[in-house]
C-alpha cells in the first residue's frame, strides 16, 4: 500500500472513531423511528415482522443505506447463522444454519433467480433494491425446492424517479461505475465493478498451492418497466470475467479463465391478491484451464400462480407452479433436462384473541426425483402488545440440481442421486420493546436425511467430484438480535448464533461441516452531513481446526449538496486472512486483503 493510501486509511479510521465514540456522550430528543417492517415472503401477502412466525431478517433502505452496502451481498453477509462459500471463480455463495446455497431460495419479486445453484449476490446492486427480506429456516410449502434453509427475497424499487450516476476508485484498481435512469414507467441501472491483484483467495485441497485473484470484472444492468398498474416486465443481464493464477511454493502458474454471462426475464400481473408470473433464466459458463476446459449452458422457463381468499375468518393462500429445466456441457457433449410442479397451499386461522394456527403443505414433483408432500404447522401466541411467540415445524426437500445430477466436464454423472428432505423445528420470541427497539430470540432443530454433498476423486489422474447422498445432516442452535434506534443520530444492532452443524457419511461418522459460533455487530451515527457506520462479523469454532474469522467494515459518508455526496469505504479494516481448505461448506477465503474505495455520488 502506498504512503498516500496509508495516511488516508488511518484518517479515515480515526475520523470513524471519532464519530462513533461521540454518541455515547449523546442525549438528543429522539425522532419518529418505528421499527415495525412489513414483509410479503414470510406468508406471500403482507404482515409485520413481529407477526411472523418465523425467524426473519428485513432492511429496508434505510438500513441498507446505513451499512453502505453496494451489493446484496455486503448487505445479507450480516445475518446471524449466515454460512458463506467462495470459490476462487469470484462468487460468494451464501447459507443458513450450515446448509450450502443449494439450499437457500434467491429470489427477486418472489422469483427464483439461482441457475444450476449459482446465483452471484455480489453483481446486484442496491441502487435498485427497496428492501430485502430474509425468512430463515425451512420454506419448502411456499417456494418449493431449494428453500430448505431459508429465502432470501430482494424487492425492487418502482415507480422510482430519481437519477443517479456514481465513480468510484480504489486499492488494487479497484473501480466502480454506476448510472441509474428513471423515465415516467421505466427504470434502467447500469453498473461496472473490477479489481486486479485481489491477493490469495484459496487453497486447493491437499496439495501445497494457491490461487491468487489476478482480474475480476463485473458488468450488471436491469430495466423495469411497468406497464399500468396491474403489469410489470423486468429484465436483468450479468456478465462477469475472473483470472487467476496459481501459486506454487512461490512460483507462478497458469491457473484460470471464467466468464459468465447470465439473463433473467419475467412479466408479472398483479390484480388485487391474484398474481401471475412467467419468467426465464439463462446461464453461459465458460472456464479455461490447462487439461480442464469447460463449457456449460443452462435455460429454464416457467410460470408462477398465486391467489388468497377470504373463507370465513380463515384466509387461505393458493398457489401453482411449472418449470423446465434444460443443460448442456459441450466438453462432455452431455445435455439434460426436466419437468418441475407444484400445487400449495397455506391458512392462517384466528384460534382465539391471542392464538392463530398457520398450516399448509406443497405436493412437489421434480422429474427423476419424484414427488414429495411437505406440510407445515406454525402456531403464534400473543402475550402483550406487539409481544410474540412461535412455533414452527415443516418438512424440507431439495431435488439434486440437473448439472449435480448429470454432471459436467469435472464431475462424474450420477443419475441415482436422491432428493434432500427432512424435518425442520423452531422455537421463538419477537418483542418489539418500544418504537425504536426490537428483540428477537429463536431455537431451531434440522434434521436431513439424504444430504447431498460432492466428494472429490480422481479419474485417469485427474481431479473430478462426484455428487453423493450422505446419511444425515443435523443442526441444532439458537440465534438472537437486538436493534435500536437510541435517538435521532445514533443506532446499532446486535446479533448472535450459536450452532452444531454435523454431517454424517456412508463411510464416516458424524463429523462438523461448518462454524459454531458467529456474531455481528453495527454502529450508525449521523452529525450534520457526515454518516459513520462500523460493521463487525466473527466467526469461532469452525471446523478443521480453522482460525476464527473477524471482519470490520466501515464507511463515511460527506453530504456536499443536496445532490452530491463523498463516501470512504473500508473494507477488512484489521487487515486479517481467512484462507483455508478442506471442506465444501469452508473452502475459500472470505476477507480479501485490506482495501479502500473512495465514491463520488450524484443525484438528479
Known sequence: MSSMSKKMLNSAVALGCLLVAAPVMAHEALD??????????????????????????????????????????????????????????????????????????????????????NCDLESISTDIVERIEVVKGGSTVLYGSGASAGVINIIT?????????????????????????????????????????????????????YYNGDKLKKDSLDLQYNLNDNLMFEYMYREKVADCSILD???????????????????RYTNNDLQASLFYRNRNWKHYQPNRNAHQTGHNYGLDLQDKFQLGKTIMTVGANYENENTKEDV??????????????????????????????????????????????????????????????????????????????????????????????????????????????????MDVSDRIYNKATNVAGVPKYIYLNANKFRNTGVEVSYEKAASSRFSYNLGAYYGNPEQKTTTADWGRVDYRLGLNAGISYSLCKTTANIFANYMAERNNHVKPMLDINMNIKQQITKNDALKLD??????????RTGSTTGTGSMLEDRNWMLTYERNF
Request: charged share 25%; with cysteine; net charge positive.
Open 32 to 117: 419518529e423511528y418505528v421499527l415495525d417492517p412489513i414483509m410479503v415472503t414470510a406468508a406471500r401477502y403482507e404482515k409485520r415482522d413481529v407477526d411472523i412466525p418465523a425467524a426473519t431478517e428485513i432492511f429496508d433502505s434505510k438500513k441498507i443505506e446505513k451499512l453502505g452496502a453496494n451489493t446484496v451481498m455486503e448487505v445479507v453477509k450480516n445475518i446471524p447463522g449466515m454460512t458463506l462459500l467462495a470459490p476462487p471463480s469470484g462468487n460468494t455463495y451464501v447459507g443458513f444454519r450450515g446448509l450450502e446455497r443449494r439450499n437457500v431460495a434467491i429470489l427477486m419479486n418472489g422469483m427464483h433467480l439461482s441457475q444450476d445453484g
Open 157 to 209: 424499487k418502482k415507480n422510482a424517479n430519481a437519477n443517479k450516476i456514481l465513480v468510484g476508485y480504489g486499492t488494487d484498481h479497484r473501480f466502480k461505475g454506476a448510472v441509474k435512469v428513471a423515465v415516467d414507467k421505466l427504470q434502467m441501472s447500469y453498473s461496472r465493478q473490477q479489481s486486479r491483484e485481489r491477493g490469495i483467495i484459496y487453497k486447493n485441497r491437499g496439495v501445497d498451492n
Open 249 to 267: 511454493k512461490g512460483v507462478r502458474k497458469t491457473g484460470f479463465h471464467g466468464e459468465t454471462k447470465y439473463n433473467f426475464g419475467q412479466v
Open 332 to 445: 462432455k457433449k452431455a445435455a439434460a433436462k426436466r419437468d418441475s410442479a407444484a400445487v400449495f397451499f397455506m391458512t392462517e386461522t384466528p384460534l382465539s384473541d391471542k392464538t392463530k394456527i398457520f398450516f399448509g403443505a406443497r405436493e412437489a414433483y421434480v422429474e427423476e426425483s419424484g414427488s414429495k408432500l411437505c406440510p407445515q404447522l406454525q402456531v403464534m401466541h400473543s402475550i402483550g402488545k406487539d409481544d410474540n411467540i412461535y412455533f414452527n415445524v415443516n418438512r424440507s426437500m431439495r431435488a439434486p440440481e440437473v448439472n449435480e445430477q448429470w454432471g459436467d466436464s469435472n464431475t462424474i454423472m450420477n443419475p441415482n442421486l436422491k432428493a434432500e428432505h427432512g424435518w425442520n423445528y423452531e422455537i421463538g420470541w419477537k418483542k418489539k420493546l418500544s418504537d425504536s427497539e426490537l428483540f428477537k430470540v429463536n431455537v431451531f432443530h
Open 570 to 579: 473500508v473494507y477488512n479494516l484489521l487487515d486479517r486472512d481467512d484462507i
